[in-house]
């Protein structure tokens, strides 16, 4: 059954903020074939033109350069509002900190404001970085989180938190229909490689045959969640009518260290691993509890780590015109 036609009232046209970006251009693709009218907004800070190009011949998409932290205004009926404007990966938001801070505050108050006078729903992209480093392992959606505020990573961690504050605060004031997802590691086409998130890393320094630069000791864990089984989940939320907060992501649980090796084996590669310092309030552990997820949304992820990660090098690959590795009978020839 479509998730699109699942809520009482369908969604016809959706607006998503940061509509450009790694995420949001995939939840574009996935409403438009569901025949959902979308609205992207962007202002490119992170966000890529080339990751929303292929969607701009398609009468149902719809692109608007803007900034949501100064001004927000959408003409025409919008059903669903769903707000991923925001730097997610490490090296974005310490090079864009009072950015990061701005969107996920006066960002998400102006995207609900939107969502109220539209009365539509709103779905926030929350993280598990709101958990910080856990001392509940794995984490359910009822755990409050180890945030350092004034370590570098709280202007990211913080900002989805005062987010999460603010769409609750609209629920319970200001009666928006509002949900939260908690999004964990999340991988696949479309990610930078340069954004200093450690697969996309990981492939590029594989491909070039650098080595693969591991921080810490590498034991440090983390659950990694294929793209559209993400955006599957993401979905079931809006079209639930559930408030969340809900963890999206996949409970697979991996060392950093067993990550590189498998990019390594993936690329072909003969990179070696190199460890260097590992960064400030780097979180040791990092695993979804989803059993919200399995008992209201009937999610759960079906890509498995070594099939999306065979996609997601392969467009790596083919982005970066690295050519397939030599077989032996090649090699011979």
């Known amino acids: ?17 940061g509509g450009a970006g790694f995420l949001g251009s995939h939840l574009c693709e996935a409403l438009l074939r569901e025949g959902v009218e979308v609205l ?19 009468p149902g998409f719809r692109f608007l350069r803007c900034d949501v932290t100064d001004y927000l205004h959408v003409s025409g009926p919008v059903d669903l509002v769903l707000h991923f404007a925001s ?3 490490p090296v974005d938001y310490l090079k864009f900190p009072v950015e990061t801070l701005n969107v996920g505050s006066i960002g998400t108050w102006h995207a609900l404001g939107l969502a109220r006078e539209k009365q539509a729903r ?3 992209a929350s993280t598990s970085e709101v958990y910080g480093d856990p001392q509940v392992h794995p ?14 990573r709280g202007v990211y961690d913080e900002a989805k938190r005062y987010a999460e504050a603010m769409t609750t605060a609209y629920r319970t004031a200001r009666g928006v229909d509002t949900a939260i997802v908690r999004i964990f590691n999340t991988f696949g086409p479309r990610m930078r490689p340069d954004d200093g998130r450690a697969i996309p890393t990981f492939i590029r320094q594989a ?25 599957r989940g993401i979905l079931a939320l809006a079209m639930s009518g559930h408030p969340g907060p809900v963890n999206v992501g996949n409970p697979h649980e991996l060392t950093v260290a067993q990550i590189a090796q498998d990019v390594v084996k993936a690329c072909g590669s003969d990179s070696g691993i190199r460890y260097i310092d590992r960064p400030v309030d780097d979180p040791q552990v990092r695993r979804p509890d989803t059993t ?17 990660l065979a996609r997601t090098v392969a467009w790596f ?7 397939e590795p030599a077989t032996e009978l090649t090699a011979a020839l």
């Open 122 to 124: 709103f779905l926030l």
């Open 1 to 17: 059954m479509s998730l699109i036609r699942s809520r009482t009232s369908p969604v016809r046209r959706a607006v998503v903020t």
């Open 317 to 323: 690959r083919e982005t970066l015109d690295v050519p």
């Open 139 to 152: 984490q359910p959606e009822s755990y409050w989180g180890h945030v350092n505020p004034v370590g570098p």
């Open 87 to 89: 730097p997610a990966s």
């Open 207 to 231: 491909l070039a045959g650098e080595p693969v630069t591991v921080t810490g000791n590498g034991q440090q864990t983390r659950s990694v969640c294929y793209v559209d089984d993400l955006v």
């Open 292 to 308: 919200l997820a399995r008992q209201v949304l009937g999610w759960e992820p079906e890509v498995h780590w070594e099939d999306g």
């Open 40 to 58: 992207a907004l962007d202002n490119f800070l992170t966000g890529n033109p080339e990751n929303i190009e292929h969607l701009l011949s398609d």
